[in-house]
Protein backbone atom coordinates (compact mmCIF):
# COMPACT_ATOMS: atom_id res chain seq x y z
CA UNK A 1 0.00 0.00 0.00
CA UNK A 2 1.52 3.56 -1.14
CA UNK A 3 -0.42 6.42 0.27
CA UNK A 4 0.21 10.15 -1.46
CA UNK A 5 -1.18 13.21 0.28
CA UNK A 6 -1.08 16.51 -1.58
CA UNK A 7 -2.80 19.75 -0.83
CA UNK A 8 -1.10 21.47 1.52
CA UNK A 9 0.10 25.19 0.97
CA UNK A 10 0.01 28.63 2.57
CA UNK A 11 -3.09 30.39 3.56
CA UNK A 12 -4.53 32.91 6.01
CA UNK A 13 -6.53 32.94 9.18
CA UNK A 14 -9.83 32.00 8.31
CA UNK A 15 -9.19 30.33 4.81
CA UNK A 16 -10.03 26.49 4.04
CA UNK A 17 -7.99 24.26 2.14
CA UNK A 18 -8.83 20.62 1.30
CA UNK A 19 -6.35 17.90 1.71
CA UNK A 20 -6.84 14.59 -0.56
CA UNK A 21 -4.77 11.09 -0.32
CA UNK A 22 -4.62 9.01 -2.21
CA UNK A 23 -3.93 4.85 -1.91
CA UNK A 24 -2.34 2.40 -4.58
CA UNK A 25 -0.72 -0.95 -4.26
CA UNK A 26 -1.34 -4.25 -5.45
CA UNK A 27 -3.16 -4.82 -1.77
CA UNK A 28 -5.77 -3.63 -3.27
CA UNK A 29 -6.00 -6.30 -5.86
CA UNK A 30 -7.31 -8.76 -2.97
CA UNK A 31 -8.97 -6.29 -0.81
CA UNK A 32 -11.01 -3.38 -1.26
CA UNK A 33 -9.85 0.36 0.15
CA UNK A 34 -12.84 0.30 1.34
CA UNK A 35 -11.89 -2.01 4.31
CA UNK A 36 -9.41 -0.11 5.25
CA UNK A 37 -9.82 2.81 8.08
CA UNK A 38 -8.12 5.71 7.13
CA UNK A 39 -6.95 8.48 9.48
CA UNK A 40 -5.05 11.92 9.47
CA UNK A 41 -2.43 13.20 11.73
CA UNK A 42 -0.01 16.43 12.04
CA UNK A 43 2.98 17.14 13.38
CA UNK A 44 4.15 21.05 14.02
CA UNK A 45 7.83 21.50 14.59
CA UNK A 46 8.73 20.62 17.67
CA UNK A 47 5.63 18.64 18.71
CA UNK A 48 4.51 15.38 18.78
CA UNK A 49 1.97 13.58 15.96
CA UNK A 50 -1.34 14.67 16.83
CA UNK A 51 -4.68 12.99 15.76
CA UNK A 52 -6.90 14.77 13.32
CA UNK A 53 -9.30 12.71 12.18
CA UNK A 54 -9.94 9.47 11.22
CA UNK A 55 -12.57 7.87 9.14
CA UNK A 56 -13.92 4.40 9.12
CA UNK A 57 -17.19 2.52 8.53
CA UNK A 58 -18.20 2.86 11.82
CA UNK A 59 -17.98 6.25 11.62
CA UNK A 60 -15.77 9.71 11.47
CA UNK A 61 -13.61 10.77 14.43
CA UNK A 62 -12.05 13.86 15.59
CA UNK A 63 -9.64 15.46 17.61
CA UNK A 64 -10.70 18.03 19.92
CA UNK A 65 -8.87 20.79 18.22
CA UNK A 66 -9.89 20.59 15.33
CA UNK A 67 -13.55 19.05 15.90
CA UNK A 68 -16.30 21.42 14.02
CA UNK A 69 -14.13 23.09 11.52
CA UNK A 70 -12.76 19.75 9.95
CA UNK A 71 -14.38 16.93 8.06
CA UNK A 72 -12.97 13.63 6.87
CA UNK A 73 -14.57 11.73 3.30
CA UNK A 74 -14.07 8.96 1.27
CA UNK A 75 -14.67 8.38 -2.46
CA UNK A 76 -13.49 4.05 -2.39
CA UNK A 77 -13.72 3.86 -5.99
CA UNK A 78 -10.98 6.36 -6.19
CA UNK A 79 -9.29 4.91 -3.21
CA UNK A 80 -8.77 8.58 -1.94
CA UNK A 81 -9.38 10.38 1.44
CA UNK A 82 -10.28 13.61 1.65
CA UNK A 83 -9.48 16.66 4.62
CA UNK A 84 -11.68 19.32 4.34
CA UNK A 85 -10.07 22.08 6.60
CA UNK A 86 -11.99 24.95 7.24
CA UNK A 87 -11.65 28.29 9.54
CA UNK A 88 -7.84 27.29 9.60
CA UNK A 89 -6.16 29.12 12.63
CA UNK A 90 -2.34 29.57 12.83
CA UNK A 91 -2.06 26.92 15.50
CA UNK A 92 -3.24 24.48 12.52
CA UNK A 93 0.41 24.90 10.92
CA UNK A 94 1.77 21.18 11.00
CA UNK A 95 2.63 18.55 8.11
CA UNK A 96 -0.37 16.53 7.51
CA UNK A 97 0.03 12.84 6.98
CA UNK A 98 -2.72 10.39 6.19
CA UNK A 99 -2.60 6.63 7.39
CA UNK A 100 -3.94 3.17 7.04
CA UNK A 101 -4.30 0.08 7.99
CA UNK A 102 -7.09 -2.84 7.63
CA UNK A 103 -6.71 -4.65 10.88
CA UNK A 104 -6.59 -1.42 13.13
CA UNK A 105 -8.91 -1.37 15.91
CA UNK A 106 -11.21 1.07 16.73
CA UNK A 107 -9.97 2.05 20.16
CA UNK A 108 -6.72 2.72 18.64
CA UNK A 109 -7.72 4.88 15.76
CA UNK A 110 -6.44 8.04 17.70
CA UNK A 111 -2.60 6.03 18.16
CA UNK A 112 -0.27 7.08 15.09
CA UNK A 113 2.05 3.87 16.07
CA UNK A 114 -0.88 1.60 15.33
CA UNK A 115 -1.09 2.34 11.25
CA UNK A 116 1.05 0.08 8.96
CA UNK A 117 1.14 2.71 5.88
CA UNK A 118 1.78 6.51 5.66
CA UNK A 119 2.14 9.05 3.20
CA UNK A 120 4.95 11.29 3.05
CA UNK A 121 3.06 14.84 4.52
CA UNK A 122 1.69 17.77 3.16
CA UNK A 123 2.64 21.39 4.54
CA UNK A 124 0.11 23.27 5.54
CA UNK A 125 0.81 26.55 6.50
CA UNK A 126 -2.05 29.16 8.32
CA UNK A 127 -0.28 32.86 8.42
CA UNK A 128 -2.32 35.12 11.31
Known amino acids: VQLQAYGGGLVEAGDYLRLSCVAS?????????????VAWFRQAPGKEREFVAA??????SYGDSVKGRFTSSRDNAKNTVYLQMNSLKPEDTAVYYC???????????????????WGQGTLVTVSS
Open 99 to 117: AADRSIIMSNIRLHDKYSY
Open 25 to 37: GRSFESVAFAAYR
Open 55 to 60: ITRSGN
